[in-house]
Structures are given as C-alpha cells and as structure tokens.
C-alpha cells in the first residue's frame, strides 16, 4: 500500500513557470516508473511525462523542451518542472507509480494547472 499525494497546482498566466510535486508515504524499493498525467474536461488522461528509476524519461511532443520530470528524491519526493506554460496545459495533473516486479499501480488525488490570462 503505497498512497500519493500530489501538490503544487495554481492559476498562472501564460509564460509562467511551475514546479509541481507528488510525495510518496514510503520508501520505494526495486524498480519504478513515475509518471505524470494531465486530464483536461472533456479529454482523456494522457501521459505528460514519465521517468524510471534508472534515470530514462519520456515527454510527450507538447512538453518537450518546456517540461522536465525527476526522479522520487531521498524525501520521497518527485517533481514536475513546467516552464512557458501555456493555455493548453489547463488540467489536473495526476501523479503515478507503477511498480514492475509486483504489477502495482498507485495513482495520486490530483492536482489542478489552470493557465489563463
């Protein structure tokens, strides 16, 4: 039982930069992959960005360049960097955990990211 509680999330304009995190309530052991979610209403959940616990990462096409996700730190502790946000990153943010060797997979309450001006 690993829970996930996501935090972070703010109203910014256009341009603003962001750093959003998901606290993880143990340590985590073995291999991993984080990963972070956006759902904006009337969309499905996509994955943002996503990172293993060897260091390999992920971001899909319109977060490159602008996001950088990290490893779960010693704190436990993991982060999203948003930088030049724009209107269409508008979502709640979810963060999730999946543990390989057990088939495990935890998912955070949510966090909200509202770009407007």
């Known amino acids: 039982q690993v829970q996930l509680v996501e935090s972070g999330g703010d109203l910014v304009q256009p341009g603003d930069s962001l750093r959003i995190s998901c606290a993880v309530d143990k340590s985590i052991f073995g291999p991993y992959i984080l990963a972070w979610y956006h759902q904006a209403p009337g969309h499905q959940r996509e994955v943002v960005a996503s990172i293993t616990s060897e260091g390999g990462t992920y971001y899909g096409d319109s977060v490159k360049g602008r996001f950088t996700i990290s490893r779960l730190s010693v704190s436990g502790k993991g982060y999203l960097q948003m930088n030049n946000l724009q209107r269409e990153d508008t979502a709640v943010y979810y963060c999730?955990?999946?543990?390989?060797?057990?088939?495990?997979?935890?998912w955070g309450q949510g966090t909200q990211v509202t770009v407007s001006s």
């Open positions: 999730n955990l999946r543990l390989p060797s057990t088939g495990d997979e935890y």
